[in-house]
């Protein structure tokens, strides 16, 4: 089907066709890296969901392999749905997954591959006891789901933990268990947020404060902090926070209540949702992935045969400079799909002005972009507009000022990555990050939003930002990676060799000096595992 096939990507991961949503039980394995996927085999929306399959050495390159599980049993017979691997101390591999019972009960499963011996983990077993956990009395029976990667404690037994709600508070449960069969629901809740209402996909991990590395999902020591996430079922956003976790009684304690998790940060402040991270042993390394989901129509979806993308896979550390955000960044394999780069230094772009960046067809792309303000002499800089406003055509002084992807000559199309600052009366300078997807399309039953937020700007940084161009999607990072925006776009004329790309100045007030290093990127090779090639 060649309808708006220029909107598929060239070296983000996605199905050759149909349906996928969340990540499920990411893991690396004998050499391979494991990618799992909420997927529907037989249509291009949500339904009879199964698991998708498809591994990897370098988290850029992939191969399908069969779907790994099935709806075929009671207990997930509506639904085979998200969950998370845990690789155990003597070398097995647990799944826990959520199933949808035949009376859509939620209820948390346990497989395990057939054969350890096998690297591509073909096949999986469903414990012939399943499920090992139902509902508990006073959560409801749609609202237990999503188990996490398991974390071992002081004690020695094993801890999950499982997003649901009460009322409109979200909340997570932890259990205990020895085996993975039989469990013990703990009495505190991990955490609980008033307002939140239901969390899907938990996210539970430790970071170091001070270290470079990823780690275990198990560790915590002196120096090392927790982020529990939860992806909020009412906005479908994914909230995170940074706090301490209490093995003792098994309790997580924000560092700041006013940044409770839901209330506070966002993973992606763009269109982004049911992330969930894995620690690469291979690499000592984070890795957080993250379903992008369509803002099209569902007749739009059916008509082009496919639906969703996932996000390049992103290394995650705490940010020591900040102490208040984790820092999130392409995985460095990312770099070997590098071609040829352009430079362009010291641009100065004056007050309201477009400067073409000419590099040739402009669909995939890595780019860095550096800026510094100049104030004209004859201008008073302060303003009082905060936030990213209408998006990028609502002038300020201070902004905004960035670049403009998926462009075509005529600007009927583009995709504005911008800065926008805001000059307090008392010298207090903010900035907002932004990606204004409003001007992305002509086409008209498309879902285009400003996304935004403040970023934190450390003293003596400049205004950075990164961003990965892969046909539909745009991929954001600002000041290393403190926030992220990722925008999912319909391009209709901005496409193969007419997109483009420019650096913009909407700022009233000041000249904005430019300097840019961008590459081209390469596709990915992601097919078939080419099985009658190999045996
Ligand atoms: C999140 C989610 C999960 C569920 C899965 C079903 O997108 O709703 O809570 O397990 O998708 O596909």
Not at 212 to 233: M, Q, Y
Not at 463 to 491: C, K, N, W
Request: a negative charge; one cysteine or more.
């Amino acid at each position: 089907n060649a309808m708006f096939s220029w909107q598929r990507t060239s070296y983000h991961f996605q199905p050759e066709k149909n349906w996928m949503n969340d990540p499920d039980g990411p893991l690396f394995y004998k050499g391979w890296y494991h990618l799992f996927y909420q997927y529907n085999p037989d249509s291009a929306v949500w339904g009879n969901i199964t698991w998708g399959h498809a591994v990897s050495t370098d988290l850029i390159h992939w191969l399908y392999l069969p779907i790994a599980m099935v709806p075929d049993r009671w207990y997930d017979i509506n639904g085979v749905w998200t969950g998370s691997a845990t690789i155990l101390p003597d070398g097995q591999i647990v799944m826990l997954y959520t199933g949808s019972t035949n009376t859509t009960v939620q209820v948390q499963n346990l497989a395990y591959p057939a054969n350890l011996s096998d690297p591509l983990l073909l096949d999986w077993v469903k414990y012939s006891g399943n499920p090992v956990l139902v509902p508990p009395p006073g959560i409801g029976y749609k609202d237990f789901r999503d188990p996490t990667t398991a974390w071992i404690g002081p004690d020695g037994q094993w801890r999950i933990t499982i997003g649901s709600k009460i009322n409109k508070t979200g909340l997570s449960l932890v259990y205990k268990t020895t085996d993975f069969i039989h469990y013990h629901l703990s009495y505190n809740l991990l955490h609980e947020v008033p307002g939140t209402g239901m969390w899907e996909c938990v996210d539970f991990y430790p970071v170091s404060t001070n270290g470079s590395k990823g780690l275990d999902t198990s560790v915590n020591a002196p120096g090392v902090k927790h982020i529990l996430k939860a992806s909020l079922d009412d906005t479908k956003v994914d909230h995170y926070a940074i706090g301490t976790y209490y093995a003792g009684n098994d309790t997580w304690v924000p560092d700041n209540p006013k940044e409770d998790v839901g209330i506070g940060l966002k993973v992606d402040y763009g269109r982004y949702y049911a992330s969930k991270t894995f620690y690469d042993q291979n690499k000592e390394r984070r890795i957080l992935w993250g379903w992008i989901n369509e803002t099209d129509t569902e007749s739009d979806d059916l008509r082009k045969g496919w639906a969703s993308v996932q996000t390049i896979p992103r290394n995650v550390l705490f940010d020591n400079k900040t102490g208040t955000n984790i820092l999130q960044w392409p995985v460095e394999e990312i770099e070997t799909l590098r071609l040829n780069s352009s430079e362009f230094n010291e641009v100065v772009v004056g007050p309201g002005s477009v400067v073409p960046l000419d590099i040739g067809t402009a669909t995939q792309l890595d780019i860095f972009a550096e800026f510094e303000v100049e104030k004209l002499e004859s201008e008073e800089t302060e303003n009082d507009a905060t936030g990213c406003g209408r998006g990028s055509i609502e002038r300020t002084k201070l902004g905004p000022f960035g670049i403009l992807v998926i462009a075509d000559d005529s600007l009927s199309e583009r995709t504005p990555i911008f800065f926008r600052l805001h000059n307090s009366t008392g010298g207090d300078v903010t900035t907002f990050f932004c990606a204004d997807e409003t001007r992305s399309s002509i086409a008209p039953d498309v879902l285009k939003r400003v996304y935004g937020t403040e970023v934190p700007v450390v003293d003596g940084e400049k205004l950075s930002f990164r961003v990965l161009v892969d046909h539909s999607i745009v991929e954001s990072f600002a000041q290393g990676g403190r926030r992220v925006i990722t925008s999912r776009v319909y391009p209709t004329q901005a496409i193969y060799g007419a997109a483009r790309i420019f650096l913009f100045n909407n700022a009233s007030g000041v000249n904005v000096k430019a300097n840019l290093k961008i590459w081209q990127l390469n596709s990915a090779f992601i097919h078939p595992f080419p099985f009658d090639q190999i045996q």
